[in-house]
């Protein structure tokens, strides 16, 4: 049975060699992944990182410092994931849609204290050993404004999902506003996440958040 401090230890491999046993650079691909004039490809180097900014930038409802980015890209560079106009063939392309995740170590007796607290619905799978486990956090998501509804957004969280579910996670976590009607639309309806928590006045513009959790087979 694995512990917390082995689990931590290969967070730590994963983010060292970045994930190096996967090909992040070729997905096995479902149809609903594929978009019309749409390339999807992996954060490179830190160059990159005021890209994410400006376009993360746009729709936070607080600001995150560029410690922040930083943690996330340097520790898990191959959760970061790219949507760029295909028509575009310069080296450096602005991305006008991205995908920031981390992975973190997580005891069922976590989930267990917000289940019994009556924080949400989503009770552990009775499958899952009581044991440390990796859990994936989808941290920023990111589309402009003129590309939406195309199905973007969609297609980056699927990729995510999976490199995050193929690098061992047993679960994924993530929050969004409570007024975030397209973003709770697209978590809960197309994917499946389950209202985990209610998080009251999570936000620094006071705004309410419900943390939502995927359990992966």
């Keep these: 049975m694995a512990s917390a401090i082995d689990t931590q230890k290969e967070i730590q491999k994963l983010s060292i060699d970045g994930g190096s046993h996967i090909d992040t650079s070729i997905d096995e691909l479902d149809d609903d992944e594929i978009i019309e004039g ?26 995150y410092s560029v410690f922040t980015y ?3 890209l ?35 007796d976590d989930v267990a204290t917000i289940n019994e607290a009556g924080g949400g619905s989503s009770s552990t799978p009775p499958d899952v050993e009581k044991e440390a486990r990796l859990c994936g956090y989808i941290g ?16 980056l969280v699927k ?15 993530l929050e969004t506003e409570v ?19 209610f998080l009251s006045r999570y936000y620094l513009n006071n705004g309410d958040a419900y943390r939502l959790r995927l359990w992966l087979k």
């Design 38 to 63: 749409i390339n999807f490809v992996n954060y490179r180097d830190e160059s990159q990182i005021e890209s994410v900014m400006r376009l993360v930038g746009r729709d936070l409802s607080e600001p």
């Design 70 to 72: 930083r943690y996330f």
């Design 179 to 197: 007024s975030n009607k397209a973003a709770m639309k697209l978590y809960e309806e197309r994917f499946g996440f389950m209202r985990e928590e």
């Design 74 to 108: 340097h520790r898990f560079p191959q959760l970061c994931i790219f949507a760029v106009p295909s028509e575009d063939k310069s080296e450096n392309v602005e991305p006008i849609g991205c995908v920031v995740c981390k992975i973190d170590p997580e005891d069922n």
């Design 140 to 155: 920023m998501l990111a589309v402009d404004t003129s590309y939406r509804r195309s199905g973007i957004g969609f297609a």
């Design 159 to 173: 990729r995510a999902v999976r490199r995050m579910k193929d690098l061992g996670c047993s679960s994924v976590i």
